[in-house]
T-cell receptor, first 112, second 114 residues
Framework: EAAVTQSPRSKVAVTGGKVTLSCHQT?????MYWYRQDTGHGLRLIHY???????EKGDIPDGYKASRPSQENFSLILELASLSQTAVYFC???????????FGEGSRLIVV | GDSVTQTEGPVTVSESESLIINCTYS????????LFWYVRYPGEGLQLLLK?????QKGSSRGFEATYNKETTSFHLQKASVQESDSAVYYC???????????FGDGTQLVVKP
C-alpha cells in the first residue's frame, strides 16, 4: 500500500519564524511534490524533486525552500513565515510509471 | 497558460439521481495532456479516482466515467446514479506528458442527499 506521511499535521507559527514541514514516503517513488491549497481553491505546485539532493521550482516557489536529502524524504521550509502562507500543504509522490500521485494527509499551517 | 476550470460547488443532488461535474482544460504548452479526476472523501486524503492519458478514451471507476474530448478540451465527470457515499470534493487535473507538473482545478464539493 502506497504511503505518504506528513508532519506536523497542524502547526501555528509566528510571523517571521522558521517552519519546516516534513514528508516521508515508502513508495520507492522518484518524484515528490509539495502543493499548497488555500480555502476554496485548488492545489498549486510549490516545489518538486525527481532525485535526492535536487529540487525544482514549481509555480509558486517564492518564500519557500525545499530539501530532498534522500529518496524517501522531502521537506518544505519557510525561512520567514508570513501571514499569507497560512494554508494547507500537501506532499505527494508520483508512481514511476508517471501517472498517479499519492498524497499525504496534509499539514495545516496557521501563521499569526 | 495551462489550467483547469471545473463546476463551482457545492453541487447538491438527491440519491439515485444522475450527476455531471464539468471540467474544461487549457493546455497551451502541453502537447499530449493527461487528464485525471481526484477525490477527497470526508476525513480522508486526496486520492486518484480515474485517469485517461489518450484523447478519445474513457476512464471509469466506482461507477463514475469521464471521456477525454480533445475537440472540446473537456473531461466531464458523470455518474448515472449517485449514492450518499459519493459525497466528497472532486478535483479535475491536467498533467503534461511526463506529469512533472500537474495542474488542479479548484475542486467541486458534491453533496448527495438521502
Amino acid at each position: 500500500e502506497a504511503a505518504v506521511t506528513q508532519s506536523p499535521r497542524s502547526k501555528v507559527a509566528v510571523t517571521g519564524g522558521k517552519v519546516t514541514l516534513s514528508c516521508h514516503q515508502t513508495n520507492n517513488h522518484d518524484y515528490m511534490y509539495w502543493y499548497r491549497q488555500d480555502t476554496g481553491h485548488g492545489l498549486r505546485l510549490i516545489h518538486y524533486s525527481y532525485v535526492a539532493d535536487s529540487t525544482e521550482k514549481g509555480d509558486i516557489p517564492d518564500g519557500y525552500k525545499a530539501s530532498r536529502p534522500s529518496q524517501e524524504n522531502f521537506s518544505l521550509i519557510l525561512e520567514l513565515a508570513s501571514l499569507s502562507q497560512t494554508a494547507v500543504y500537501f506532499c505527494a509522490s508520483r508512481d514511476n510509471s508517471g501517472n498517479t500521485l499519492y498524497f499525504g494527509e496534509g499539514s495545516r499551517l496557521i501563521v499569526v | 497558460g495551462d489550467s483547469v476550470t471545473q463546476t463551482e460547488g457545492p453541487v447538491t443532488v438527491s440519491e439515485s439521481e444522475s450527476l455531471i461535474i464539468n471540467c474544461t482544460y487549457s493546455a497551451t504548452s502541453i502537447a499530449y495532456p493527461n487528464l485525471f479526476w481526484y477525490v477527497r472523501y470526508p476525513g480522508e486524503g486526496l486520492q486518484l479516482l480515474l485517469k485517461v492519458i489518450t484523447a478519445g478514451q474513457k476512464g471509469s471507476s466506482r461507477g463514475f466515467e469521464a471521456t477525454y474530448n480533445k475537440e472540446t478540451t473537456s473531461f466531464h465527470l458523470q455518474k448515472a446514479s449517485v449514492q450518499e457515499s459519493d459525497s466528497a470534493v472532486y478535483y479535475c487535473a491536467l498533467g503534461d506528458g511526463s506529469n512533472n507538473r500537474i495542474f488542479f482545478g479548484d475542486g467541486t464539493q458534491l453533496v448527495v442527499k438521502p
